[in-house]
């Protein structure tokens, strides 16, 4: 995990490619458990029926196709997480960019949809504990290392 502090310029400025990773994240997670729901099905009829004749071929194909979606969705986390950016929710879309106010670190939070970053929150209070952005917040500035 990145120690990366943001301004709110340089999170709005990272926004858009976050965005789009985030994006491809959350269709990759969509894939993967849209196969889980396939075998899961697969399972309870093999089960209910006492057993059947499977296509062998089939099930290996989408077998690969799970670990490539779970392999997109680890990678796109993985360039999120190394940008300094933190996905709170891959299941909404929700993002936190760490910003120091004065002497503590706050995160700049944003939710997929939302046109920029509007709301920030301290570390502890989470999603619902979200602010609007004042101006201590929007002004921010990292303090340079001692």
Do not use: Y
């Not at 106010?101 to 046109?115: H, I, Q, R, S």
């Amino acid at each position: 995990m990145s120690n990366r502090l943001f301004t709110l310029d340089e999170a709005h400025t990272l926004l858009p490619v976050m965005e789009s990773l985030l994006r491809a994240a959350m269709a990759a997670n969509a894939e993967r458990e849209e196969i889980d729901g396939e075998f899961q099905e697969l399972a309870t009829r093999v089960f209910l029926s006492g057993g059947a004749l499977l296509n062998i071929g089939e099930l290996k194909k989408r077998k690969l196709d799970r670990e490539q979606a779970t392999q997109r969705v680890k990678d796109a986390l993985a360039e999120i997480d190394s940008a300094g950016a933190q996905v709170k929710d891959l299941g909404i879309g929700l993002l936190d960019f760490p910003c120091q106010v004065d002497d503590e670190v706050v995160l700049l939070c944003w939710k997929l949809g939302e046109p920029k970053i509007t709301h920030w929150h301290r570390v502890e209070e989470g999603f619902k504990g979200r602010k609007p952005i004042d101006e201590r917040i929007a002004k921010a500035k990292p303090k340079p290392p001692v």
